[in-house]
């Protein structure tokens, strides 16, 4: 199995990715450990007490870590526990609450305009950096002219 990292903008985030589909779909966001009931993986991530959130992507794990602990030092131990839980064969989340974003038939084309742009532009280069994007709506604006 391959697992390695890739940092991201935030100093105190680093990315670890793996040759293996941990989420067919959608991603899973644990930005506390009381939200991380729903992974396996995060709550044996939540057991180091270096880790303050946890992001699960299709095949990645984002982890931001407290200030005071070093990555060097961190690296190795968070690889081993990450292998070692792909390689028991447990499911990563027992349950997935993203969202998708298909058009449905009732979006009006400038929703479906924007779903397209979240796909295409925004949602790959928010994942570079080790996390996702979510459209919650769209409320008529107005135009000034």
Do not use: H
């Amino acid at each position: 199995m391959q697992l390695y990292t890739e940092i991201t903008p935030n100093p105190a985030t680093l990315k670890f990715i793996t040759d293996r589909i941990l989420l067919p779909e959608g991603t899973a966001d644990f930005p506390n450990s009381e939200l991380a009931e729903q992974s396996l993986l995060a709550k044996k991530l939540f057991q180091f007490r270096f880790v303050s959130s946890v992001f699960i992507g299709r095949n990645f794990v984002t982890i931001t870590k407290l200030e005071e602990f070093k990555w060097e030092d961190l690296i190795p131990v968070v690889k081993d526990a990450i292998r070692a839980f792909l390689e028991s064969g447990q499911p990563v989340v027992s349950q997935i609450t993203t969202a998708t974003y298909t058009s449905d038939a009732d979006d009006s084309e400038i929703v479906r305009k924007i779903k397209q742009l979240i796909d295409e532009n925004v949602r790959p280069a928010v994942a570079m950096d080790g996390g996702d994007i979510v459209f919650k709506g769209f409320e008529e604006g107005t135009n000034d002219g």
